[in-house]
């Protein structure tokens, strides 16, 4: 049986980076672009709407189209990309034993880029709504929200980041959490409290995205204490309740930390298995960008590469 030099698994842009780089060091790589990990192929920018913020695309661009120019570049430097998922990794043993489906593959190197994915309500409207007015990201979407009103759902660090950078553009930043007492941080919640475009609303849960033809409108609620339902009107609806990393098939077989993220090597993509690296969200809870993905995911082919330069 072969042995790939170099898998990657998943294709947001730090696997297509990844790709990009060890495919031109001639290493021939094979990418995993995956069915289900991190909800879909080309991870989290396929369920944005307009991308202003990667540098070098002055005029920004569409998500989607983002990634497929990321899958178009892998590809020019012979790139083999499958469109299926790894079901399970051994780590044990080199070369490493990775499946899909039926089929085994072996590689001398892996590196895992399979992302993170928000973590939505569940709620009627919340999917229909993604990308009209329905977000999960501050940082992508806040800029279209200019003068207008917008709710943010969470209670901890991340929903209080959120609404305090949305206030650079909102009229009216609501901060809805279901109990009455924030997980967030102190200083945060210093923060939040005392700008004057934030208001809080207490123990309250979101139960709908409202809207017509494809924007949404608002939200009902319920507040549950009293019980009663009524509604909202909103121009967005920020859901910021925590990520979670793809990780759950290389659950001891590689260390994570609490949250379930790839630990690796201060500074390095460089992972507990020798001859893994991991690159973008999957190990990263605290910048989560586009460019920082790419940027971790270069630092992974470096890193495999010189690694298996070492080897011989
Ligand atoms: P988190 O601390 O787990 O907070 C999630 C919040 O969402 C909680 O308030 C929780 O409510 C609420 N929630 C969860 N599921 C919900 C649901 N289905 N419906 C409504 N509300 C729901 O997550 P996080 O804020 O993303 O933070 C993750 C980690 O990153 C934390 O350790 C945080 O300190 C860190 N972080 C730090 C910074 C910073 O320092 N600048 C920024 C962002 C994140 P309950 O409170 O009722 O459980």
Redesign the pocket.
């Known amino acids: 049986m072969d042995v790939e030099n170099i898998v990657i698994i998943g294709s947001g842009p730090a696997g297509y980076t990844a790709a990009i780089y060890t495919a031109r060091a001639n290493l021939k790589p094979l990418l995993f672009e995956g069915q289900r990990l991190g909800g879909q192929p080309g991870g989290q920018l396929m369920l944005t709407t307009e991308v202003e913020n990667f540098p070098g695309f002055p005029e920004g661009l569409m998500g989607p189209e983002m990634m497929e120019k990321f899958k178009k570049q892998a590809q020019r430097f012979e790139t083999r990309i499958v469109s299926e998922d790894i079901t399970s990794v051994d780590f044990s043993a080199r070369p490493f034993k990775l499946t899909t489906g039926e089929k085994q593959i072996l590689a001398q190197t892996v590196i895992i880029c399979t992302g993170a994915q928000a ?1 939505w ?1 569940g709620i009627p409207g919340e999917q229909r709504y993604q990308g009209h007015g329905v977000s999960a990201c501050a940082t992508c979407d806040g800029f279209f929200f200019r003068d207008k009103e917008i709710l943010v ?7 209080l ?1 959120e609404a305090l950078f949305l206030t650079r553009f909102a009229s009216k930043v609501s901060i809805v ?3 009455d007492q924030l ?1 967030a ?1 102190k200083i ?1 919640q210093e923060r939040a409290m005392k700008n004057s475009k934030i208001v809080f609303i207490w123990n309250t ?1 979101v139960q709908e995205v409202l809207g017509y033809e494809t924007k949404m409108t608002g939200v009902r609620v319920l507040n549950n204490q009293t019980n009663e339902v009524s509604e909202l009107k909103a121009d967005g609806l920020f859901v ?4 979670k990393p793809n990780t759950q098939i290389f659950e001891g077989q590689i260390e994570l930390d609490q949250k379930g993220y790839i630990v690796t090597r201060s500074g390095s993509t460089v992972t507990s298995v020798e001859g893994v690296f991991a690159g973008g969200d999957v190990a990263d ?1 605290k910048y989560r960008q586009a460019v920082t993905a790419a940027g971790t995911g270069c630092m992974a082919a470096l890193d495999a590469e010189r690694w298996l330069a070492d080897q011989e």
Not at 153 to 159: E, L, T, Y
Not at 240 to 243: E, K, L, T, V
């Open positions: 973590m309500m759902v969470g209670g901890g660090d991340s929903a980041e959490h279901r109990r997980r941080s945060m849960q910021a309740i925590g990520h809870h």
